[in-house]
């Protein structure tokens, strides 16, 4: 037996990176995210779990291939990874040089997410016109979320800690799988049922902790869109991280990045609005002693006025006498006043009734002569004749006229009884 081949580490490893390079120079690995960092020279590094936790490869990604991603990687993402499988020579480590990172299933489901988010968008179901403000202190909330959760938790630790006087009341539902939509559809109908009845809530939470694309799809579904957008109180959306989005969220009067975020949205900090309180009733205790110690000073000016009120009376009639005494002397100069003003007023009215009297004089002399101009009479008086047939209308046309007939011509100074002898067209030489 031959003696083996001793290799040196940086040939070995180099070796076998070769090696990984010709067979798997071009690959896509499915697995879960996890540990993602970015460098501060824009690389990123995270590993590759798979779904189930037995298995892990360490993943680099530089910082060109990186900017080409469309979304966030975040913890916990099923996505397909395309890339090389080389090896880490400083550490004699596997890894996953990755060109390219897509959500896994991304591209048939992100098709029908976007047809789905045309279609409501267009009928205006995502209106920001439509959202409802958030009560500033509710006392009831509907929260609706699976039993399972591990955002039921959280969400129910932070309303605990930051509003302990508001009530939660629990719907539970699936929220991931087939029979999650129809699950929180029938629980966005009991709570309106509920609502309606006389239980009134002030808003509702719908949330589930983070996933893929395919966990949070059932807040995708149209059922559940549009059962979120007619929900008879706010609802939040408290799905997934803060990278996450689903339809849910657009039909929601407001979302969250996160369940605990949804609490903290939903009900203001007890312990701020206490101390909020607090200072308006310092400073309306301060308003009432201010106000108390202004009555205070009247009074006691008052009280100081009215120790002598012999004294005070005295005083009011000495003005009493001192203003009857000036009344006699006042009265007398108003009518001084008066009278010396009076022909004055005289003179003006005589003036004002000679200009008016003028001037309705000249419009009757200007009328006269419109008048008498348009007087009949003076148009015979410079030749002109009026006449008329037997039946005493007017001849205004020769035409009217026919031979041997009776015709009168009235004058200045007479009428004319006369026969038409001929009737003649008026010519150029007549």
Request: hydrophobic letters at 45%.
């Amino acid at each position: 037996m031959g003696r083996a081949r001793v290799w040196g580490v940086g040939a070995l490893v180099q070796a076998v990176g070769d090696t990984l390079a010709a067979r798997f120079g071009n690959c896509v690995v499915r697995g879960e995210i996890s540990g993602f960092t970015r460098a501060a020279s824009g690389h990123g590094y995270f590993t590759l779990k798979d779904e189930h936790g037995q298995a892990a490869i360490r993943c680099a990604m530089f910082r060109r291939a990186l900017s080409q991603v469309e979304f966030s990687p975040g913890e916990g993402m099923l996505v397909e990874a395309r890339g090389q499988l080389a090896v880490y020579e400083a550490r004699g480590e596997l890894q996953l040089v990755v060109e390219g990172l897509q959500r896994a299933g991304a591209g048939a489901l992100y098709e029908q997410f976007l047809r789905l988010k045309a279609k409501l968008e267009a009928e205006g179901l995502f209106d920001a016109g439509r959202k409802r403000p958030l009560p500033a202190f509710p006392r009831r909330v509907a929260m609706l979320t699976s039993l399972q959760a591990a955002a039921l938790r959280d969400v129910l630790t932070a309303l605990a800690r930051r509003a302990p006087h508001v009530e939660v009341v629990l719907l539970p539902c699936s929220v991931q799988g087939a029979e999650a939509p129809a699950q929180i559809v029938q629980s966005l109908a009991q709570l309106a049922l509920a609502h309606h009845g006389g239980c009134r809530f002030d808003a509702a939470i719908v949330c589930r902790g983070g996933g893929s694309l395919e966990d949070l799809w059932a807040f995708n579904d149209e059922r559940v869109v549009r059962a979120i957008a007619a929900c008879p109180v706010p609802v939040i959306s408290g799905v997934g991280h803060e990278t996450d989005v689903t339809l849910a969220d657009f039909a929601a009067d407001l979302r969250a990045p996160t369940p605990t975020a949804a609490a903290e949205l939903v009900a203001r900090d007890r312990a701020s609005a206490l101390a909020e309180l607090a200072a308006h009733a310092r400073h309306l205790h301060h308003r009432v002693h201010q106000r108390l110690d202004t009555l205070s000073q009247r009074q006691d000016s008052a009280a100081l006025r009215l120790a002598r009120p012999s004294q005070l009376l005295a005083q009011h009639r000495q003005q009493l006498a001192l203003l009857d005494h000036r009344l006699p002397a006042a009265c007398g100069m108003q009518v001084q006043r008066a009278g010396q003003q009076l022909p004055a007023l005289q003179s003006r009215l005589r003036r004002a009734a000679q200009t008016q009297a003028w001037r309705h004089l000249q419009s009757l002399a200007h009328l006269e002569t419109r008048l008498q101009a348009l007087d009949p009479q003076r148009v015979l008086e410079r030749g002109y004749a009026w006449l008329s047939n037997a039946e005493g209308l007017p001849v205004l046309s020769a035409a009217a006229v026919q031979p041997e007939q009776a015709v009168q011509a009235v004058l200045a100074d007479g009428v004319l009884r006369m026969r038409v002898t001929d009737v003649l067209p008026r010519g150029p030489t007549s």
